[in-house]
């Protein structure tokens, strides 16, 4: 693989994520209207490490898994919301929101602020299989509307060399999850192998 030249040294800290300024967004409006959503950023890096992916392979204090307080992710919403008189349906950008209690907690902070929100997540299989059906319906009444998360295999030897940590009947299991509890899943190849659609 070609490296680059000269390339600039990296900085000597990164900002946390709860020092992350809120985006400007004197665009939205019209990015809105041409079919967009608001876009957040509530974390950096992933836990995961699979075999593929860039990620893993970012010097330590941009791989290692940071989440942002929910409080100031909820802000951030409200701001873009109130702001800019947008409807508030959000796509977190995440490599990985996080656990289960953390969308949890993100559902319970909307709702204590009385906001009404619409939101996508993506998400780590392994973390997919904690919640039960029952708790994906709350999620799913609290406004969590669709999940992405990658199920690149149902092979156990693929799954292994690429070093995903889940079975493939675990796969299978975090799908139905979701779909019990009424949530949209983007279409994946495992969903078009497996008849799962
Ligand atoms: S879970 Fe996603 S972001 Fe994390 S290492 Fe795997 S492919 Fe990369």
Redesign the pocket.
């Known amino acids: 693989m070609r490296r680059l030249e000269n390339k600039p040294p990296l900085p000597k800290t990164f900002f946390e994520p709860n020092d992350w300024a809120f985006q400007s967004r004197e665009n939205i409006r019209l990015y809105i209207k041409k079919g967009g959503v608001l876009n957040i950023r509530s974390s950096r890096g992933?836990r995961?490490?699979?075999a593929?992916?860039t990620?893993?392979r970012l010097p330590r204090e941009l791989k290692r898994f940071q989440a942002r307080d929910i409080s100031l992710v909820v802000d951030e919403i409200k701001n873009a919301v109130t702001g800019y008189g947008i409807e508030p349906v959000v796509n977190f950008t995440d490599?990985?929101f996080g656990d289960f209690e953390r969308i949890e907690e993100l559902a319970c902070e909307l709702q204590r602020r009385n906001l009404r929100a619409a939101f996508s997540l993506e998400l780590?299989a392994a973390g997919m299989l904690k919640g039960s059906a029952s708790a994906w319906k709350d999620l799913h009444s609290g406004g969590l509307c669709r999940v992405f998360t990658?199920l690149e295999s149902l092979n156990k030897n693929t799954l292994k060399e690429w070093k995903k940590p889940v079975k493939p009947e675990e796969l299978l299991q975090s799908i139905e999850k979701c779909r019990s509890g009424g949530i949209l899943k983007l279409r994946s190849e495992v969903d078009e192998a497996c008849g799962a659609g």
């Open positions: 992933c995961g490490n699979c593929f992916c990620t893993p490599d990985e780590r990658g």
